[in-house]
């Protein structure tokens, strides 16, 4: 039974409700999503390998399905009709398979601790990463809102890695070990590039009148990034071929085959003659 000194409360609430600007599927429905869709590219991990499976036609229209009713909510701010959004999503999911393809390869090639490209798509969190960022960054370019960075957001709960779904990332894109990597709205990241644990990719400025500018680094073709390493900036370009050591911080451009390290400082304490 509602009690008077609650009435205002929830004459507040609805009041609030009828403000927001977008109404959301859940995030359950969200990672549930990102999740079968993966599945029925590698089908690797089977969580009920005794129940009876589906062919490979009746999973697509399931997850196109899925993918139905999650837009429903979202129908006022599509930019265009539902089922012509459908159709860009599925036939654009060809092409992101082969860079999936291409990306567990640079993985397994590169990281000594691989045992195969099964383990790398079934277990390794970059792999995962890099699949809902790729997605994600589909939907966003169909002009979908908010859902890609559910998609991603989703990803970071399960592997410590935040892409925005607007990055631009190229080919055969390696994560190593990835706790901590946040690779920012404005980045454009070139093809075969390597980024190690705790890489930051990020803006000198947070600041609501930059949301337009790019803000954040480039990244250009071969450069590998080690752990904890920060790089700011929407003018900062790093070269071709360059090489980012650990915990280096930097805010300017270097050029192609550059070799950038941080250095510590070593000083040796002087030893105390304990008191007789």
Known sequence: ????????FFLRLTEQNEKYRYKL?????????IQNLINFLFPISQDCPNCPSKDLAMKYA???????????????QLEKEKGEILDEIFSGIPDIYEMLLADAKSITDNDPASVSLEEVISVYPGFMAIATYRFAHL???CGIP???RMLTEFAHSQTGIDIHPNAVIGRSFFIDHGTGVVIGE???IGNNVKLYQGVTLGATHVSKSLASRK??????????????????????VIGHDSIIGGNAWLVKS??????VYHQSKIEIRPQTVPAT
Do not use: C, K, W
């Not at 803000?215 to 003018?235: C, K, Q, S």
């Open 1 to 8: 039974m509602t009690t008077s000194h609650q009435e205002p």
């Open 25 to 33: 599927p859940s995030r359950h429905d969200a990672g549930n999503f």
């Open 62 to 76: 399931d997850l196109r399905d899925e993918l139905d009713h999650m837009l429903q909510p979202l129908l006022p």
């Open 139 to 141: 939907f966003a370019q």
């Open 146 to 148: 908010l859902l890609p």
């Open 186 to 188: 404005t980045t454009h």
């Open 215 to 236: 803000r954040h680094p480039t990244i250009e073709d071969n450069v590998v990034v080690y752990a904890n390493a920060t790089i700011l900036g929407g003018e900062t």
């Open 254 to 259: 270097v050029p192609p085959f550059s070799q």
